[in-house]
DNA sequence: GGATTTGATACCTGAAAGGTATAATTATGG
DNA sequence: CCATAATTATACCTTTCAGGTATCAAATCC
């Protein structure tokens, strides 16, 4: 499959003629047919169904219609950003950092690093916890914000802060009508959904690693590969999910939460940078988090969001 | 730009050695180097540092690495989606809405639907309000959910419910103090910023519309493409923002909301599908719409955010 | 049902991807 | 600092495949 062939069908798919299609992609009728039945026998799925005309699309052929209009756009886009980032002599500091830690103290602290640095294009971009060890040591982000601890030579770890957890109830299940603080033994014989399922080892593992340590064995584990679908299925009245308080947010209207007792029952925010950052910002990064903890001490923490059962 | 160049330049960047990538590749070292070359003169920008070994991707390569990575992983995983589709032969119903009726009652009647049809697989799909006629006619959603007042012959639209519109205000600003509800008036002279802006018309143009209807006029209007970004320019302090009372809770932390008094100030959440609906489910989701509002009445409400001013 | 539009097929041409040989460059060790 | 090893760039050839032309085969439309 090449992008030739997604320009091609594009432009079919629009006109729904091919010979108009043809000429607006300013080749002939009979290459771009050709273009377009290899890109279905690739498939091995028909995508335009050529028995009506105007031609129509197949389910198969709309769905990829949308699709390639997407991946198009996407790589003009990156062509377009590449370019510039190329052509600009402005330093760029990227930023990977899991969903929920996107929440509370984060953009402050963006804000903050973009007030000081006004010069540097700063980024943020959604990585799971160990997808940044690779990406820092890449250099294809300066900063991570994570939820897994690891061990890297390379790589040095700060926590910032140990995060609640809270189970996730659908909306009427009995063990949620209680709003006060739950045994985590009371996960006991329950079914279970966590994520994300990959790359491993992941929030997942964690959360089955804290059960399996306390010798609590849910009744079905299922994974998903999103907190989002997560508590969707949660919502569904399937299962129950353990998370972070912050991640309560998502989803307040047909779940409900109850903060886990147990002491221990945390998930950590972990800074994590290059040991030879070669930038040297961290200095003064570190710097700015104590601010923020002097301004606001319980950092990261949310400010309408019930925590840690006080 | 073809997808073999990006598959080449991940190769590389990955092994940070030409020899040993054409090697993985299964090509030989001359024509990797020469396609390589052939990008970075499209783009007109350095990808790799040639005068270190091993090699170094530049600042441009690593977001060029990022994206490409991505968008190889969505073509493949566009591929397999679309062979599932051609060979099930489940019927496929598509949804497409604007964000802000994501909250709500949306996951409830796409729930309602799943129990009543089991053996069709009904998808969501993000699309902006105007993107939702075309989509229709062209058959690539069959139902869609936005907050703009088209009119088009073959499209019908009914009108589900009239939302509050609510001001965000940055934290401290002198008008956010209370949490009383505020004219529309108070906006004269300040700095305001819309979303999205493109495709138009759009919600964008609603408010605007709105203001100037008003003869209310603000001190600059500052358009952006989403809100996140709108609401994340809101928080800086730079301007404030009108938005439906359900993307409140888009941000709850660093920004203050207040509902608009005015009677006339709301956004209508309008379902649309095509007139000619050859699946015939029209009537039976609008009876389940019925059967919602029933058990529910003030349906696509918010059960925690106050709305209405009330 | 015949004219017209439009997509498929067969076959040819030329551009561009891929291969081989070798020069140029960068690193490394004495 | 120079020689050597490793690795990338250049020059040139081969082969593959995208694109073009001519024509046939359907499908639609009066």
Same mark, same amino acid.
């Given at each position: 499959?090449?992008?030739?062939?997604?320009?091609?069908?594009? !432009?079919?798919?629009?006109?729904?003629?091919?010979?108009? /299609?043809?000429?607006?992609?300013?080749? !002939?009728?009979?290459?771009?047919?050709?273009?377009?039945?290899?890109?279905?026998?690739?498939?091995?799925?028909?995508?335009?169904?050529?028995?009506?005309?105007?031609?129509?699309?197949?389910? /198969?052929?709309?769905?990829?219609?949308?699709?390639?209009?997407?991946?198009?756009?996407?790589?003009?886009?990156?062509?377009?950003?590449?370019?510039?980032?190329?052509?600009?002599?402005?330093?760029?500091?990227?930023?990977?950092?899991?969903?929920?830690?996107?929440?509370?103290?984060?953009?402050?602290?963006?804000?903050?690093?973009? &007030?000081?640095?006004? #010069?540097?294009?700063?980024?943020?971009?959604?990585?799971?916890?160990?997808?940044?060890?690779?990406?820092?040591?890449?250099?294809?982000?300066?900063?991570? *914000?994570?939820?897994?601890? *690891?061990?890297?030579?390379?790589? =040095?770890?700060?926590?910032?802060?140990?995060?609640?957890?809270?189970?996730?109830?659908? &909306? @009427?299940?009995? &063990?949620?009508?209680?709003?006060?603080?739950? +045994?985590? /033994?009371?996960? =006991? @014989?329950?079914?279970?959904?966590?994520?994300?399922?990959? %790359?491993?080892?992941? *929030?997942?593992?964690?959360?089955?690693?804290?059960?399996?340590?306390?010798?609590?064995?849910? /009744?079905?584990?299922?994974?998903?590969?999103?907190?989002?679908?997560?508590?969707?299925?949660?919502?569904? @009245?399937?299962?129950?999910?353990?998370?972070?308080?912050?991640?309560?947010?998502?989803?307040?209207?047909?779940?409900?939460?109850?903060?886990?007792? #147990?002491?221990?029952?945390?998930?950590?925010?972990?800074?994590?940078?290059?040991?030879?950052?070669?930038?040297?910002?961290?200095?003064?990064?570190?710097?700015?988090?104590?601010?923020?903890? +002097?301004?606001? %001490?319980?950092?990261?923490?949310?400010?309408?969001?019930?925590?840690?059962?006080?």
């Amino acid at each position: 499959m090449e992008l030739r062939q997604l320009r091609y069908f594009l !432009a079919v798919a629009r006109e729904r003629n091919f010979s108009r /299609a043809a000429e607006i992609l300013h080749i !002939a009728q009979p290459p771009l047919s050709r273009q377009i039945q290899q890109l279905e026998d690739e498939l091995g799925v028909l995508l335009i169904d050529r028995s009506s005309r105007p031609l129509d699309l197949t389910e /198969a052929g709309r769905f990829f219609y949308e699709q390639a209009g997407q991946i198009i756009a996407r790589t003009e886009h990156m062509r377009e950003q590449t370019r510039k980032i190329g052509l600009s002599k402005r330093e760029r500091y990227v930023i990977g950092c899991v969903g929920s830690t996107l929440y509370g103290g984060m953009p402050d602290l963006v804000r903050r690093m973009r &007030k000081r640095w006004p #010069d540097i294009d700063i980024e943020i971009r959604e990585m799971m916890s160990t997808e940044q060890v690779t990406a820092l040591k890449e250099r294809r982000i300066d900063l991570g *914000f994570g939820r897994v601890r *690891f061990n890297d030579r390379k790589v =040095e770890r700060l926590t910032l802060r140990e995060e609640r957890l809270v189970v996730a109830f659908p &909306k @009427g299940h009995p &063990k949620s009508l209680s709003t006060e603080p739950i +045994a985590l /033994a009371e996960l =006991e @014989g329950e079914p279970l959904i966590v994520y994300p399922s990959a %790359p491993r080892p992941s *929030f997942a593992d964690e959360i089955l690693n804290m059960l399996t340590e306390q010798g609590i064995s849910p /009744a079905n584990v299922e994974e998903v590969r999103e907190i989002q679908t997560a508590l969707g299925i949660v919502a569904a @009245g399937v299962s129950l999910c353990v998370i972070p308080a912050a991640s309560q947010r998502q989803r307040p209207d047909d779940v409900c939460y109850r903060t886990i007792k #147990d002491e221990n029952a945390t998930s950590p925010i972990i800074m994590s940078f290059r040991r030879d950052d070669a930038k040297g910002r961290i200095e003064e990064i570190k710097q700015i988090i104590r601010e923020m903890y +002097a301004d606001n %001490p319980p950092w990261l923490q949310l400010s309408n969001v019930q925590l840690d059962g006080a």
